[in-house]
């Protein structure tokens, strides 16, 4: 949708798509105004039948809401995807703060056309700033399918994840969301948004989920900024990405987190298949794994740790922190480092909940600018952007290596995909679009 109307002459921003049960669509979105007012905004398909809906009519009584009093006009964005509650009315949360508490309105409608602001925040968290792209969905505790965002009930948990300006960081907890009240409530207040759990603990922010009816999933996207510098954006024509879309559930193992793994159509992409067994790597070693093209990897690997090194390391008294705590990054054995000059070269990391007699196993995809990791079946996730000046295409190379100073560790198993490019499918009605 282009910034074409008055309400959003300065930007379309974020919006989310609510199907209803006739199965037509409406879409929320933030519009901005000339003097930088964050309002809300209604469009709809201009024809269901076209697959990907390209086009989209905005509604005549554009904005249908303004930033209430006591907001600022600039704190009132990215409506969510709206649930169903059991009088036949819709809700949706709406991103704000007040000075540094960032919270989630609620707003209330029956058809899309009347809205009322509901009097209890959904919740807020002091400290945190403003909250962007919020998400409330619910998560099965018995199954392995994702749930329509307008399930509530017995064996559901509610995720809520907001994504916080300040950080630039999607934070996400675990809890219950009472209808009646209007109140989510977070399983333990020491992991609330903001201060807990995140979706991915490198560069991955703006991020919205979507319940997929036929295949019984809820998909999670997010937005994958640049770290290299602006000037060099402007050289190569664009800035910013998609991230891998990934399938979300609840981890009923740890019981404390979510899991998130890439979707089943990205294995449609594999290609000459490369397998290395029980590679044993010492403390401080690295080895090159001959697997042909290197520059669009799908790579999946176990790890065993020697277990006498394991038992005889004492837990910290304090959080590790991979930028400080002088690991491997402190002693500069973080492999081969980018040479380019212009771009952040910041230090990702997180722990990884590994149980008793799991095997430590990593799924990392690589395109060319972009490394997505997943730890313990998406227990953790690292999402990177690198901008190689060698090693490019042909020159490209994957190395296992091991930065421990005494544990010795052992890749079971490593199977190394080559990825083919995705093709978009083409539509004849889209030829002269």
């Known amino acids: 949708m282009k910034p074409d109307q008055w309400y959003d002459i300065g930007g379309v921003w974020t919006g989310s ?5 006739d199965g037509s669509i409406v879409m929320l979105y933030t519009g901005v105004t000339n003097d930088m007012s964050e309002v809300q905004n209604v469009a709809y398909p201009a024809d269901l039948s076209d697959p990907l809906l390209i086009n989209w009519v905005k509604s005549s009584a554009n904005p249908i809401l303004v930033p209430p009093p006591g907001i600022g006009k ?17 809700r949706f949360t709406i991103g704000s703060k007040i000075n ?10 029956k058809d899309f ?39 509530n009930g017995l064996a559901i948990k509610h995720v809520l994840k907001a994504s916080v300006q300040d950080d630039q960081v999607d934070y996400y907890a675990l809890g ?21 759990l995140r979706y991915d603990y490198g560069k991955f922010y703006a991020s919205k989920t979507f319940y997929d009816q036929d ?30 879309p990934r399938v979300v559930l609840f981890d009923n193992k740890t019981k404390t987190n979510l899991l998130q793994w890439p979707v089943e159509e990205v294995e449609d992409l594999r290609s000459n298949e490369k397998e290395f067994n029980n590679v044993k790597l010492g403390a401080g070693s690295i080895l090159a794994l001959d697997v042909g093209k290197a520059a669009q990897l799908d790579i999946i690997v176990e790890f065993e740790i020697d277990k006498d090194v394991l038992e005889g390391v004492m ?14 990054s402190g002693r500069n054995a973080l492999g081969p480092s980018s040479k380019a000059t212009d771009v952040s070269k910041g230090i990702y990391g997180g722990t990884v909940p590994v149980l008793d007699n799991e ?68 539509y004849p009605d889209l030829q002269n679009a």
Not at 315 to 328: F, K, P
Request: charged letters at 20%; glycine letters at 8%; one cysteine or more.
């Open 315 to 328: 837990e910290a008294e304090v959080g590790y922190n991979c930028a400080t705590s002088n690991g491997a």
């Open 176 to 196: 219950s969301y009472d209808i009646n009240k209007n109140i989510w409530t977070p399983d333990d207040p020491k992991y609330d948004v903001g201060s807990g």
């Open 17 to 21: 798509a609510t199907i209803l049960p």
């Open 74 to 90: 600039q704190d009132f964005r990215d409506p969510s995807t709206a649930w169903l509650t059991p009088n036949g009315d819709w």
């Open 215 to 244: 295949k019984q999933r809820r998909i999670l996207w997010s937005w994958i900024g640049e770290s290299d510098s602006q000037s060099a954006d402007i050289m190569k024509g664009w800035a910013s990405l998609q991230a891998i």
């Open 359 to 426: 095997k430590m196993s990593m799924r990392i995809l690589v395109d060319h600018s972009i490394v997505e990791a997943f730890a313990q079946g998406g227990r953790t996730c690292i999402t990177s952007r690198v901008y190689p000046t060698e090693a490019i295409a042909g020159a490209a190379r994957v190395f296992l290596f091991n930065n421990a100073t005494r544990a010795g560790v052992t890749a079971t198993s490593v199977k190394i995909w080559e990825m083919n490019s995705a093709l978009m499918k083409s």
């Open 100 to 109: 540094k508490t960032g919270f989630s309105l609620v707003y209330e409608t």
């Open 113 to 151: 056309v009347n809205y009322q602001l509901l009097d209890e925040w959904l919740h807020q968290v002091p400290g945190t700033g403003m909250w962007e792209c919020i998400d409330l969905y619910p998560v099965s505790l018995t199954d392995m399918n994702g749930l329509d965002t307008s399930v």
